[in-house]
């Protein structure tokens, strides 16, 4: 199916064949399109890595940044114009690895954006050295006895934070990711979704069966907004929980509290500065 | 005997957190209204109590903005408060103080020293907190300022205090008043600085407030910072004026969350800016690069402080010159200013943002604890719209970023301003803000964002030459050392002195080699060990100075040690 987010001409795109990303931005594309979001009015940011290109082959704005920093330029440019949807897409290492502390600074601040973050829990464009969310055992050229370290749970730390929106997906199921995905630009404030996917060239381990039968999808039955279920919910890690598992509608997004939000809804481009108050406050302050 | 005319400097000296900050605000404030010029330099060491702490204020009837050495009055707040100032307290300073703060080695003779029990008249009055009020008045009396436009100024600044307190501040200043005028009797202090009218209708000002002000001028309406001394002020100023201007003011997670914002936001139509010192800036280097490739407008302040590492975070330096210049991996153009007084601090900051927008290059503004920390007056401020004002153009279907102009400069889009889409990545790309490996593409873009190098050429700021066109010899400085070697030209005696002053640092002005060439003895002035501006003089120009005047002990130069060395000019 054709996308108003597709090229005339397709791009070269750099990813493996068979890799879970062509899943993902299927899914982020008929999202998009479900959602009737208009091109000139989404922005795609990202960081390094391969994930990271997605917003190459997505035909829309796109603010493709620095390693690990995709969530500070996102926040920024929300907070620069409301009026944007703005869709981060990353992978495990730029967004849990590199950019950990922006993570975290974005559950705090609950800036109004969606946060897809491809986890194949592998680095794959430096060729296979463990992530964040690499399992213990993992080995790899660099952890040549595996990996020891605890590996990170991003579901558990943002429901732990009191997070927006949680969810977990899975790319090979492209229908129920996009419907995820959709649930998560259309939540008001910060909404993450960790996506598994495989990668077919570096990570032998958790591949496509590995996730179809260490995953589970959560039932009609699960209510989302109740946090100690989904606590629990976020620390399974036997058979990992799909779903939205958490959602928290009490807190104002970051854009909403800072000061000029409180006055009107004008992006900061058609704002102007008013000389003459800047005038009058600084005779009033230093004569 | 002291005979003062036109000039006074004091010294208050005390522990950290017994308010000589705000007592040092006081009196600015009062010696203003009576119509005085002042200036004033706080030292302070890093910690919030304890230690010893000092502020230095200078009383003028004309103009007197710069460190002095001389100490005409010091007023010590505390045991121990006068042990670091030893050298700098001569026969000719007048020590006034509770009899318990004077150390005994200034009782011999030789010194003048006026005993008033301070501690004993606050603690009369209801406490320790009244000796700042008991101290103001002392010197409203000694001055003979009007008793009721001080009243009136402390009923105001205290006007959320309860009435009671208030009343007790009032009686705290009366006694200071009484005491001062004592003083004035007893002939100690003779010929105080008169009153001038402009002095009045200035305005009192600090260098962080000028970086603040001038950015607010310059449209600025997005500020994400980690606090770093001695740029905090900064910061904090933007948030007081957050509401007023609609200006997102965000403390950031860390210094590389707080420059990746300002980037981002200037792409989605914001106005943004930085501010840290040295430590942060290191931090903020990969993302001053990418506003390189990206060929964003930044505005970065960083108050320099000494380094490496974390240094003397409360003192101050001119130690991060290179480093400014050189910061970030790869090629790309900047530009570098450093004010040399308030006037500039406000102008530059104002200009950084138009000069930002308009080339699509990070500006980054140098200033120093000394230019930050210190008070003084300025006349008054230009505000006009004409540098806040967004260089932008609105997208159409088939637009592209990076399209290749002669000028290097190419119409800057935003996403959801017309109907195009707005495509940039830190990676090298093509005209559309595409991924590319084609070498000839990554020529044709390397030689446009160098281009605008030349394309700046026409706004480059040209150095101001203070003194005799005819002169004989040449002093070259940068940032805050401005006023502090004209007083110390005037105070050597010397005509044939002229100051070579660059508030643009970086790319260095085309004339240099000229004003070099004229001179018959060359000399540079630089807060720092290596002379960082004489190195980069040299590189362009291949020019060596006679003589290197470096100070790198955490202080600013004093007017007296400056006039030292420009007499023994050759």
Redesign the interface.
């Known amino acids: 199916m054709s996308s108003v987010f597709d090229f005339e001409r397709p791009?070269d795109m750099a990813w493996c064949p068979g890799c879970g990303n062509y899943d993902i931005i299927k899914a982020v594309r008929s999202a998009l399109d479900d959602l009737n979001i208009s091109?000139?009015?989404?922005?795609m940011?990202s960081g390094?890595g391969q994930a990271a290109?997605t917003?190459?082959y997505v035909?829309?704005?796109?603010?493709?940044?620095?390693h690990g920093?995709s969530l500070?330029?996102?926040?920024?440019?929300?907070?620069?114009?409301p009026?944007?949807t703005v869709v981060v897409e990353s992978g495990d290492g730029c967004t849990y690895g590199e950019g950990g502390?922006?993570f975290?600074?974005a559950l705090r601040r609950n800036p109004d954006i969606t946060n897809l973050v491809h986890d194949n829990m592998v680095y794959g464009l430096t060729k296979g050295q463990a992530s964040p969310t690499s399992r213990k055992g993992f080995k790899t050229p660099v952890q040549i006895t595996g990996v020891f370290l605890e590996p990170f749970n991003p579901v558990a730390v943002a429901v732990a934070m009191n997070a927006s929106f949680v969810a977990r997906a899975f790319s090979g199921d492209i229908e129920k990711t996009k419907e995820i995905i959709k649930k998560a630009i259309t939540h008001r404030g910060y909404s993450l979704v960790d996506i598994l996917h495989p990668c077919v060239s570096f990570n032998r381990v958790n591949n496509f069966s590995w996730y179809k039968s260490n995953t589970y999808y959560l039932d009609d039955a699960y209510d989302p907004s109740n946090r100690s279920e989904a606590l629990k919910k976020s620390v399974e890690m036997e058979k990992l929980p799909l779903g939205v598992i958490y959602t928290n509608s009490n807190n104002k997004t970051f854009e909403e509290n800072?000061?000029?939000y409180?006055?009107n809804d004008a992006?900061?481009?058609?704002?102007?500065?008013?000389?003459g108050?800047?005038?009058r406050?600084?005779?009033a302050n230093?004569? | 005997m002291k005979n003062i005319k036109t000039d006074l400097s004091i010294v208050l000296s005390g522990e950290a957190g017994q308010g000589i900050q705000t007592l040092d605000r006081l009196l600015m404030k009062m010696f203003k209204f009576s119509g005085r010029h002042v200036f004033s330099f706080s030292e302070f060491m890093s910690r919030i109590r304890g230690g010893n702490n000092s502020t230095e204020i200078r009383v003028s009837s004309k103009r007197a903005d710069s460190f002095l050495d001389r100490i005409d009055v010091f007023v010590p707040f505390g045991h121990g408060a006068m042990a670091r100032f030893h050298e700098r307290i001569t026969g000719d300073t007048v020590i006034i103080g509770d009899p318990a703060f004077i150390d005994d080695r200034y009782r011999g003779g030789g010194y003048t020293v006026v005993e008033i029990p301070l501690s004993e008249i606050a603690k009369e009055i209801g406490g320790k907190t009244f000796l700042n009020l008991v101290v103001m008045g002392l010197f409203a009396g000694l001055f003979g300022i009007n008793e009721e436009g001080v009243q009136g100024q402390i009923r105001a600044q205290f006007s959320r205090v309860a009435a009671d307190v208030i009343e007790k501040n009032i009686e705290a200043l009366r006694k200071g008043i009484e005491a001062g005028r004592e003083i004035a009797r007893s002939g100690n202090i003779k010929n105080l600085p008169e009153a001038s009218p402009d002095a009045m209708k200035e305005l009192l000002i600090n260098g962080a407030e000028t970086i603040t002000l001038g950015g607010i001028a310059g449209g600025c309406n997005f500020v994400s910072s980690y606090p770093m001394s001695p740029s905090t002020d900064v910061l904090v100023n933007f948030a007081k004026y957050s509401e007023d201007f609609d200006i997102i003011v965000e403390q950031a997670e860390d210094e590389i969350s707080a420059v990746n914002m300002a980037i981002a936001s200037w792409y989605a139509g914001g106005r943004a800016m930085v501010t840290t010192s040295g430590g942060g800036f290191a931090l903020m280097t990969e993302g001053l690069s990418l506003a390189g490739a990206i060929e964003s407008p930044l505005v970065i302040h960083v108050g320099q402080r000494p380094g490496p590492a974390t240094g003397m975070p409360t003192r101050t330096e001119q130690g991060d010159l290179l480093f400014a210049i050189y910061a970030g991996h790869g090629e790309f153009p900047r530009i570098i200013y450093a004010p040399g007084n308030y006037s500039q601090g406000f102008d530059l900051t104002r200009k950084a943002f138009h000069m930002a927008d308009k080339y699509q290059v990070p500006v980054i503004l140098l200033t120093d604890q000394y230019f930050l920390d210190s008070y003084g007056t300025v006349p008054g401020m230009e505000i006009d719209n004409s540098m806040s004002e967004n260089i932008i153009t609105e997208t159409y279907s088939g637009y592209r970023r990076y399209q290749v102009t002669e000028s290097g400069v190419s119409p800057r889009g935003i996403p959801g301003y017309g109907n195009g889409i707005v495509c940039l990545d830190s990676d090298e790309h093509d005209e559309g803000g595409y991924i590319t490996e084609d070498f000839a593409v990554r020529v044709v873009q390397v030689n446009k964002r160098m281009r605008k190098l030349q394309s700046m050429g026409p706004d480059s700021i040209p150095p101001d030459l203070y003194g005799p066109d005819d002169f004989l010899c040449l002093i070259v400085s940068w940032g805050s050392t401005l006023n502090g070697i004209l007083e110390a030209i005037k105070a050597s005696g010397r005509s044939d002195i002229a100051l070579l002053h660059y508030s643009q640092v970086y790319p260095l002005h085309g004339d240099t080699e000229k004003y070099l060439k004229k001179a018959r003895f060359t000399a540079i002035v630089e807060n720092n060990y290596t002379s960082q501006f004489g190195s980069l003089i040299r590189m362009h120009t291949g020019f060596e100075f006679d003589r290197k005047i470096l100070k790198y002990n955490g202080m600013p130069f004093s007017v007296e040690e400056l006039a030292e060395e420009f007499k023994k000019f050759a």
């Open positions: 791009p091109r000139d009015r989404i922005v940011v390094i290109k917003p190459q035909n829309a704005s796109f603010f493709n940044g620095l920093r500070p330029a996102a926040t920024a440019i929300k907070a620069s114009n009026g944007l502390n922006h975290l600074a800072l000061a000029p409180k006055k992006p900061l481009y058609l704002r102007k500065l008013d000389a108050k800047l005038m406050i600084i005779e230093l004569k």
